[in-house]
């Protein structure tokens, strides 16, 4: 798939970009992307959440009330789940929710999601550009030249410029991250790919069979 190179800009250079039908153009594989979301956003879950058992609450022991007579149902102790205050029955305990899936699963799924995301003509190549000094402003007019405005940006580049990065960092639809840092769930989460020239190699080199 041949796409054009643009210029920080917003104009169409005289260059052009291969890019690799083995990486951005297979039949997408939807199992393996929803496998790598799943563990993705599982990964991310802290696990902290806790709920006190009745063994584990503080509270007296003394029967409330006799058993029978009363014209209500028994009740034998404070710390029953039936009492505000009470206990939590079944309730979450900390636990770690990580799961592991091979790599070649996890590269089926990036490749698939690079392949939809050409297909709906998502993905834009830019020539390798950086930043004097890091300014906002300067990312905002990146965005307006190439039309990215107001559209969920990731902007991948093949090493980290702190000026660049520094530049993007207020603006809430807009990510930066380096190419071997890729994953599914950014790529799908994203609305436009931005691709420095250089990036395009290092996808290409990283998920080469």
């Given at each position: 798939?041949?796409?054009?190179?643009?210029?920080?800009?917003?104009?169409?250079?005289?260059?052009?970009?291969?890019?690799?039908?083995?990486?951005?153009?297979?039949?997408?594989?939807?199992?393996?992307?929803?496998?790598?979301?799943k563990q993705h956003m599982a990964n991310k879950r802290?696990?902290?959440?806790?709920?006190?058992?009745k063994s584990m609450l503080t509270?007296?022991?003394?029967k409330l009330k006799k058993q029978k007579g009363t014209g209500g149902a028994r009740a034998g102790s404070i710390k029953?789940?039936?009492?505000?205050?009470g206990a939590r029955v079944f309730g979450p305990h900390p636990r770690d929710y990580?799961?592991?899936?091979?790599?070649?699963?996890?590269?089926?799924?990036?490749?698939s999601a690079l392949s939809y995301k050409a297909k709906d003509e998502s993905i834009r190549v830019i020539e390798d550009f950086t930043f004097e000094t890091p300014k906002?402003?300067?990312?905002?007019?990146?965005?307006?030249?190439?039309n990215t405005e107001g559209r969920k940006t990731l902007l991948v580049t093949n090493n980290v410029?702190?000026?660049?990065?520094?530049?993007?960092?207020?603006?809430?639809?807009?990510?930066?991250?380096?190419a071997s840092d890729l994953n599914t769930y950014e790529i799908l989460d994203a609305g436009c790919l931005l691709?420095?020239?250089?990036?395009?190699?290092?996808?290409?080199?990283?998920?080469?069979?």
């Open positions: 798939m041949e796409v054009t190179v643009y210029s920080v800009s917003g104009e169409v250079t005289s260059r052009k970009i291969n890019l690799d039908d083995a990486i951005f153009g297979i039949e997408p594989n939807d199992h393996a992307i929803y496998l790598d979301v802290q696990g902290t959440h806790s709920s006190k058992e509270g007296s022991t003394r029953s789940p039936l009492f505000k205050g990580n799961f592991k899936l091979n790599k070649k699963l996890k590269k089926l799924a990036r490749i906002t402003k300067n990312f905002i007019e990146l965005l307006k030249n190439l410029d702190m000026n660049v990065l520094l530049s993007s960092r207020n603006l809430q639809r807009v990510k930066v991250i380096r691709l420095t020239e250089s990036s395009v190699k290092e996808i290409e080199s990283v998920h080469a069979n």
